[in-house]
């Protein structure tokens, strides 16, 4: 019987030759061994390369040359996770965000900046620094001051005959209800109610212009008492989506998506939230906007005047296994100087703008800007960038990306009307405090 | 009754198929309009006025986004060529072995090369960044390749096994009387009477290794050797996202596996079904 035969010493053999034949053919595949250059540097960041003109000249400076990747802002941090897990090589400089601050602090993935650039002197020019630090060590370094704002478009808020724009959160929600009021436009609030990381930031500015915080210096949460900003803005934004300011179709719409097709594009006359840079990168770009000219920033209305603008800026960091730290450092330097990112931002023309590029985290870099005038409403910006504040003032803490999620689906089924507010916020209250029990 | 049944036949069948290609046929609609377009209320069910500026933004000219594409491509076909080759090869001998073999412990070893098939994804990542980190194979094509290979080889192993359990016996028998060794038996005889399963093995996991993106992600650092699913993703931008470009983007990534599956699906049908009857 053939079932009965032995395997024989030939087939054996001739299976484990094709097998390592397959292997050394393939072999050749691979990508040859980096020439151990110890000046080129691997940068992977949720962004395109800077303009090409801008890193010659930075190789030219320092002989460090920069390979640059870019990976979209979701799988970058499942790659950092992974690589960290793995205690792994895979970039010289990479994101640091400030919302995984905590979290990169606590468990050491990154090298303290401290040890490589002189963060003392960096923090007077830079408010968001603050934002970066955890356990008395610097993670990352902010490169892009992205901060929440409020965008009004005044020419909707004009037909409804509003031309003083609102200062308090009162004022604010009485303009909105008589744009609508008037017909100008039917629902005249963006919020984004999908379950994701943007309906998260938006409670946390809502939640600081009705004067208050979301967590204490131990991490337990603030907003469980109906009389308490958390709880307070929660039910403002839900309320908003249910008295027919908001569009009832964003309780799908994220961020981008709402600021892109509906802000843009006049359907609605407010964000409450909004990105800072969004004016100048988006409402004012006549391929993408029909709003061109019409959009402003104006100072957040607080509850009794002019609430703080929350940072969620962008950083730059040093992985703990870098291969090159110092000239990953040196490149985070020049990175983060002040001309260089008001290059970035436009002020030295196209060929040295970085597309996608919001605003300078150095108050230096948009003082050059403004004196350029290159930048739209940047005085209104650097005025906000001065005295914005961390969304976390103590650092954002190690399971935020837990709580955050906790946040966005219980936010999002409030207001899908699957929970009351109150079953909302008792539920996010619950994980803040199981989570900072460290249960 | 039968006019009853066929009714709700078809409307499973359309309900399945509007279900599945709507989506699909929304990027494709999308990757023809402009940002203003696709953004306009209420929305355009065939593009108003086509355009191929998104597919010529991706594919022609020297810029970097352009460069990146057409290495990702590159890097995809070499990626998913290269596992698909050494899958079906491995699969193809160990199959036969498990088939036709008497050793000690086949039924285990079989079993366990199945088993491998109920772990999840996840569960391998960190392992594999790691030993292949260890042995200098991250950021290489033959890193992931190997990934690929060891994903997939269990499924093509099972289905070939399948298949080449049902062939008769007396074919090979008769090659043996001939005095043709294991090896020719195998090459021989074997090989083309299952060309039908290998075709279908090697269509099933080219497809598997083309929809791959978390493991590429991980092992590949540059665009060096990223596959086109991870750089389709990475055009996403961080604050404001080119919907359109996006779109085109997964019509190129989508292309080149709807095409094999519309000309090969007789091939994947009957690989999952080999087998299943004897």
Not at chain 1, 233 to 250: D, F, I, Q, R, S
């Amino acid at each position: 019987m053939l079932d009965a035969i032995k395997v024989s010493k030939s087939t054996k053999s001739a299976a484990i030759a094709l097998t390592v034949a397959s292997a050394l053919g393939f072999a050749t595949l691979a990508a040859p061994a980096k020439a151990a250059s110890p000046v080129t540097i691997s940068v992977v960041l949720a962004a395109p390369p800077l303009p090409a003109p801008m890193l010659a000249e930075f190789t030219k400076a320092t002989g460090i040359t920069v390979k640059w990747t870019q990976l979209d802002w979701d799988s970058l941090q499942t790659k950092i996770a992974a690589a960290a897990t793995a205690n792994t090589f895979f970039a010289d400089a990479t994101d640091v965000d400030w919302s995984r601050v905590g979290q990169l602090g606590k468990l050491n993935w990154f090298l303290p900046m401290e040890k490589y650039v002189d963060t003392k002197a960096l923090a007077a020019d830079m408010p968001q620094l603050g934002s970066f630090s955890k356990n008395g060590h610097v993670v990352g370094i902010p490169y892009d001051a992205s901060f929440m704002v409020t965008t009004v478009n005044k020419a909707l808020f004009a037909k409804a005959g509003i031309t003083k724009m609102p200062t308090t959160i009162d004022e604010y929600t009485a303009d909105l209800k008589a744009v609508k009021a008037k017909g100008v436009v039917q629902y005249p609030l963006n919020i984004p109610f999908a379950a994701a990381e943007g309906l998260s930031t938006y409670w946390y500015e809502t939640t600081g212009a009705f004067g208050g915080h979301i967590l204490d210096a131990n991490g337990k949460p603030l907003f469980t008492d109906p009389a308490s900003a958390g709880y307070k803005a929660a039910a403002w934004m839900v309320n908003a989506v249910k008295t027919g300011l908001v569009p009832p179709g964003n309780i799908n719409v994220a961020d981008s998506q709402g600021q892109q097709t509906l802000m843009a594009k006049g359907k609605v006359a407010s964000t409450f939230s909004d990105y800072s840079g969004n004016v100048g990168s988006l409402y004012e770009v006549p391929a993408s906007s029909s709003v061109v000219g019409q959009v402003k920033y104006i100072p957040t209305p607080g509850l009794k005047g002019t609430a703080a603008n929350l940072g969620n800026p962008d950083g730059i960091g040093i992985p703990a296994k870098a291969k090159n730290p110092e000239a990953a450092a040196k490149f985070i330097s020049w990175f983060t100087d002040g001309k260089n990112m008001a290059d970035f931002a436009g002020a030295s023309g196209t060929a040295r703008t970085w597309v996608g590029y919001f605003f300078p985290s150095r108050l230096s870099g948009i003082a050059i800007l403004n004196k350029k005038g290159s930048i739209i409403g940047g005085d209104v910006l650097a005025s906000m960038l001065k005295t914005s504040a961390a969304v976390f003032p103590q650092g954002a803490p190690a399971w935020y990306p837990e709580f955050s999620g906790a946040v966005y689906s219980n936010l999002h089924a409030a207001a899908a009307g699957t929970k009351t507010v109150d079953a909302a916020i008792k539920a996010i209250g619950a994980v803040a405090t199981k989570l900072s029990s460290g249960k | 009754m039968q006019p009853r049944k066929s009714g709700f036949r078809r409307f499973g069948v359309g309900f399945i198929l509007s279900w599945s290609l709507i989506p699909i046929y929304w990027v494709i609609n999308t990757s023809f309009q402009t940002d203003a377009q696709i953004s306009d209320t209420p929305s355009h069910l065939f593009p108003p006025t086509p355009t191929l500026a998104n597919y010529k933004a991706l594919l022609i000219g020297d810029g970097e986004l352009q460069h990146m594409v057409r290495r990702s491509t590159i890097n995809i076909f070499i990626e998913c060529i290269s596992a698909t080759f050494i899958t079906v090869t491995l699969a193809s001998l160990a199959a036969y072995a498990f088939a036709r073999m008497e050793f000690k412990g086949r039924k285990f070893f079989l079993f366990m090369v199945v088993m491998t098939m109920a772990f999840p994804t996840y569960t391998t990542l960190i392992p594999m960044y790691k030993i292949m980190a260890m042995v200098h194979l991250v950021n290489t094509y033959l890193g992931i390749i190997l990934c690929y290979v060891s994903g997939f080889l269990p499924l093509a192993t099972w289905i070939l096994f399948s298949y080449m359990q049902s062939l008769p016996a007396a074919i090979e028998e008769a090659g043996s009387v001939d005095g043709a060794s294991r090896m020719q038996v195998f090459r021989l005889i074997v090989l083309p009477l299952a060309m039908p399963a290998i075709a279908s093995t090697a269509v099933i996991t080219f497809l598997f290794a083309w929809a791959q993106f978390i493991f590429p992600l991980v092992l590949a650092s540059d665009e060096s050797t990223q596959p086109l699913t991870v750089i389709v993703a990475a055009i996403q931008g961080r604050h404001v996202v080119p919907y359109s470009l996006l779109s085109t983007a997964g019509v190129i990534a989508l292309s080149v596996p709807a095409v094999i599956a519309l000309l090969t699906n007789r091939f994947i049908v009957s690989g999952l079904i080999n087998g299943s009857v004897k």
